[in-house]
């Protein structure tokens, strides 16, 4: 069983810019990626950012150059820095880990329950 929980969200001007945060926790054995995934009313959930334990990044192409994730691998958190913000980023932003929970068990995808992010002036 593994717990993901968002913190960072809210309201924030165009143009503004916005730190997000997950903390994991619960069995875990080992995490081999963390990512960030987003979801706004009538759209799919889509793929932000995702980074591995080796820190190999990757990003949606519309938010190359604005947002970075990071990852602390002994806090089993991860974060993601977001700047120039956009209206057309307003969404759930959702945390998401693939977990490792026993050494000789499988990995598992895990979800936080999201935090809203407002993009408004």
């Known amino acids: 069983q593994v717990q993901l929980v968002e913190s960072g969200g809210g309201l924030v001007q165009p143009g503004g810019s916005l730190r997000l945060s997950c903390a994991a926790s619960?069995?875990?054995?080992?995490?081999?990626?963390m990512g960030w995934y987003r979801q706004a009313p009538g759209k799919q959930r889509e793929l932000v950012a995702t980074i591995t334990g080796g820190d190999s990044t990757n990003y949606a192409d519309s938010v190359k150059g604005r947002f970075t994730i990071s990852r602390d691998i002994p806090k089993d958190m991860v974060y993601l820095q977001m700047n120039s913000l956009e209206p057309e980023e307003t969404a759930v932003y959702y945390c998401?880990?693939?977990?490792?929970?026993?050494?000789?068990?499988?990995?598992?995808?895990?979800w936080g329950q999201g935090t809203q992010v407002t993009v408004s002036s």
């Open positions: 998401n880990a693939q977990v490792q929970t026993r050494s000789w068990g499988p990995t598992v995808n895990s």
């Open positions: 619960g069995t875990i054995f080992r995490i081999y990626a």
